[in-house]
């Protein structure tokens, strides 16, 4: 799970729905061609084994991930995505 830290207070964990909410809406942004904010060699070496095992080792040198959940999934387990949600109160 990640830890996101606001300024200030304590950092908090985000719940799977929350997670789901992020990723799916990063992934959303990708797909749109948004920016990413990893780069492609940090997608190849994160699945280099899937990129072997689908193209070839000579291949996979020059090849990256296209899938957009797979690489909002990246972009968020290395807390780079710039979204977070308001916690609800349920009060």
Same mark, same amino acid.
């Given at each position: 799970?990640?830890?996101?830290?606001? %300024?200030?207070?304590?950092?908090?964990?985000?719940?799977?729905?929350?997670? %789901?909410?992020i990723?799916?809406?990063? %992934?959303?942004?990708?797909?749109?061609?948004?920016?990413?904010?990893?780069?492609?060699?940090e997608?190849?070496?994160?699945f280099?084994?899937?990129?072997?095992?689908?193209?070839?080792?000579?291949? %996979?040198?020059?090849?990256?991930?296209?899938?957009?959940?797979?690489?909002?999934?990246?972009?968020?387990?290395?807390?780079?995505?710039?979204?977070?949600?308001?916690?609800?109160?349920?009060?």
């Amino acid at each position: 799970m990640s830890v996101i830290q606001s %300024a200030g207070t304590m950092p908090r964990t985000h719940t799977r729905f929350e997670k %789901a909410r992020i990723l799916g809406a990063r %992934a959303l942004q990708i797909s749109m061609g948004a920016p990413l904010y990893v780069s492609e060699e940090e997608l190849r070496e994160a699945f280099m084994h899937e990129l072997i095992q689908l193209y070839g080792t000579e291949e %996979a040198k020059v090849r990256f991930v296209l899938d957009p959940l797979k690489i909002a999934t990246l972009e968020y387990e290395s807390d780079r995505i710039p979204i977070d949600i308001e916690a609800a109160d349920n009060e």
